[in-house]
Each structure stands twice: as C-alpha cells, then as structure tokens.
C-alpha cells in the first residue's frame, strides 16, 4: 500500500497492511470450496442449488467491485456504498448454503465475520477523512 490509502486518517482497529493479503486469501479459498460443495450437488437439487450459487456469484462481483470504488476511485464513500450490499448478499448466501449444505455455510462464517470488520473499517475511514 502506498500513496492515497497511507494519507488517510485511520479508524481504530485498523490492522497493519501485511494482514490483509493472508487473511483475504484464505478468505477467498473457503469461499471458493464453500461454492464447490454447493455446486457438487446432486441434480435433484437443482432449482435450490442455482439460486444459491446465483446468490454465490452476485457477492463474489460485489467483492471484486469493491477494491475499484475504494481504493481505483479514492472513495471510502463508494466503498461503503459497495460493501453494505455485500454483507447482506453474504448472509443470503450464507442462508441459502446453509440449507443445502451446512459446511459449505460454516465456510462462509469467517468471510461474513472479516467483512462486517471491513464494513467498520470503511466507514471509519469515511468518518474520518470526510472532505
């Protein structure tokens, strides 16, 4: 991390920038098995299995918009405005795995929990670094 984000006010509990590439790529593991098990799913299941692999993939793009709005457009503001949806697609997903496949739910547990911090995060930094 160098420029913009290193000018920026930051909130309290803000980890140091070596955390977020290991937390995030384990991250992104579980959320890749927890869609795999979903997806491996027999055939019976399949009008249950689309909508939650739908749902899989709507928080996978919200993620990935995320990282442009915050941090390609300097805008905590956006970041926000991105990331609120995400944690609601999140537990969406999260219920409907959860129906379907448990451990592919309890998978996404970590992932719910680091993005509501994310969620403190960024509106922390908005708070602070209003202009």
């Known amino acids: 991390m160098r420029g913009w984000y290193l000018t920026l006010a930051t909130p309290p509990g803000t980890p140091p920038n070596w955390v977020f590439a290991p937390v995030w790529t384990t991250l992104y593991v579980m ?4 869609g795999w098990l979903v997806w491996r799913l027999p055939a019976h299941m399949s009008v249950a299995k689309r909508a939650a692999l739908r749902l899989w993939g709507w928080q996978l793009l919200a993620n990935a918009l995320w990282t442009p709005a915050f941090f390609g457009l300097h805008s905590p503001a956006l970041g926000l405005a991105v ?3 995400l944690v609601v697609l ?42």
């Open 31 to 34: 959320v890749g098995t927890a």
């Open 83 to 85: 990331i609120l949806p």
């Open 90 to 131: 999140i537990g969406l997903t999260l219920r409907a795995f959860g129906q379907l496949r448990p451990m592919a739910a309890a998978l996404l547990v970590p992932y719910l929990l680091w993005t509501c911090y994310a969620t403190w995060l960024n509106a922390g930094f908005w708070w602070l670094n209003r202009i």
